[in-house]
């Protein structure tokens, strides 16, 4: 996504569409904003879903980084916390959110306007809530996303709970599915 403009970085994630994880769902929509809801249930217990989670660097798709490596992505997961990416080609950085919530085993909640969402006036929540269940742990990743933008947010829903749903199915593939 480096250098692009939003509505280039738009097409491309229209034209390639995630694979969902076991449920998805653009939970509304309107002109203010969506709710993208993603569920999955991985065999790890919430503890090593937890350590997982918090290395993005683990899970997140190069193709949602603005250096094309996820490697390069770091979330310090305590209050007022980074979820940032270096970007070695220039030595810059970008700061995907911030942790505004973040409970080990059990939630963590981040605030941030992710990828061309960025660019516009738009205010973002991820919260990413772990349940314990019997052989491992249901993953529920819900953002939500309000504001302004310049472009139609109804028709952004899917492609952006794609991204989202994206995410949790890389997050459970590391971890493994009942």
């Given at each position: 996504?480096?250098?692009?403009?939003?509505?280039?970085?738009?097409?491309f994630l229209i034209a390639?569409?995630?694979?969902?994880?076991?449920?998805?769902?653009?939970?509304?929509s309107s002109a203010a904003?969506?709710?993208?809801?993603?569920?999955?249930?991985?065999?790890?217990?919430?503890?090593?879903?937890?350590?997982?989670?918090?290395?993005?660097?683990?899970?997140?798709?190069?193709?949602?980084?603005?250096?094309?490596?996820?490697?390069?992505m770091t979330l310090d997961?305590?209050?007022?916390?980074?979820?940032?990416?270096?970007?070695?080609?220039?030595?810059?950085?970008?700061?995907?959110?911030?942790?505004?919530?973040?409970?080990?085993?059990?939630?963590?909640?981040?605030?941030?306007?992710?990828?061309?969402?960025?660019?516009?006036?738009?205010?973002?929540?991820?919260?990413?809530?772990?349940?314990?269940?019997?052989?491992?742990?249901?993953?529920?990743?819900?953002?939500?996303?309000?504001?302004?933008?310049?472009?139609?947010?109804?028709?952004?829903?899917?492609?952006?709970?794609?991204?989202?749903?994206?995410?949790?199915?890389?997050?459970?593939?590391?971890?493994?599915?009942?």
């Amino acid at each position: 996504m480096k250098r692009i403009g939003v509505l280039a970085a738009f097409a491309f994630l229209i034209a390639a569409p995630a694979s969902a994880p076991a449920s998805a769902e653009v939970a509304a929509s309107s002109a203010a904003g969506m709710t993208s809801r993603n569920v999955a249930e991985v065999k790890a217990s919430p503890a090593e879903t937890w350590a997982a989670l918090v290395q993005p660097a683990r899970y997140w798709s190069p193709d949602h980084s603005w250096s094309g490596s996820s490697a390069n992505m770091t979330l310090d997961p305590r209050a007022g916390g980074c979820f940032c990416e270096a970007l070695p080609a220039s030595g810059g950085s970008v700061r995907h959110a911030e942790v505004i919530y973040a409970d080990p085993g059990d939630q963590l909640r981040l605030s941030g306007a992710f990828g061309p969402l960025q660019s516009e006036a738009l205010t973002g929540t991820l919260t990413v809530k772990l349940t314990a269940i019997e052989g491992g742990t249901r993953i529920e990743w819900t953002y939500v996303v309000g504001g302004y933008a310049g472009f139609d947010l109804v028709q952004l829903a899917p492609v952006v709970d794609g991204v989202m749903g994206e995410q949790l199915q890389r997050l459970s593939a590391v971890l493994g599915t009942p």
